[in-house]
């Protein structure tokens, strides 16, 4: 079972990312996926969520801002960020589960840098 992020890098506020994950070793288009990301000194914090069928829910932090999709014939998953802002600084992990229960699955790949600053 393997995620793999990548996209991360240095961008101004304001700007956007498009984020990338490529999954493998499990079923793709069975699974829920969301992203998470961690701050300098703060726990893991949820931030989207998609479910087999596409729908998706985000949280209030990023709601509006962030978009998440999902390819099942590539087995990615993007994440767009748009109107970054510096509080969004942060590395940024793709996990197997859904918004309830990626905590338990435990399972995500090594991240990908986030950088927001002037």
């Known amino acids: 079972v393997q995620t793999v992020e990548s996209g991360g890098g240095l961008v101004q506020p304001g700007g956007s990312l498009r984020l990338h994950c490529a999954a493998s070793?499990?079923?793709?288009?069975?699974?829920?996926l969301s992203w998470i990301r961690q701050a300098p000194g703060k726990d893991l914090e949820w931030l989207s969520s998609?479910?087999?069928?596409?729908?998706?829910a985000y949280a209030a932090s990023v709601k509006g801002r962030f978009t998440m999709s999902r390819d099942n014939d590539k087995k990615t998953v993007d994440l767009q960020m748009t109107m970054l802002k510096p509080e969004d600084t942060a590395v940024y992990y793709c996990a197997i589960g859904g918004s309830l229960t990626w905590r338990r699955t435990g399972s995500w790949g090594q991240g990908t840098q986030v950088t927001v600053s002037s």
């Open positions: 998609i479910n087999t069928l596409g729908g998706t």
């Open positions: 070793g499990f079923t793709f288009s069975s699974s829920n």
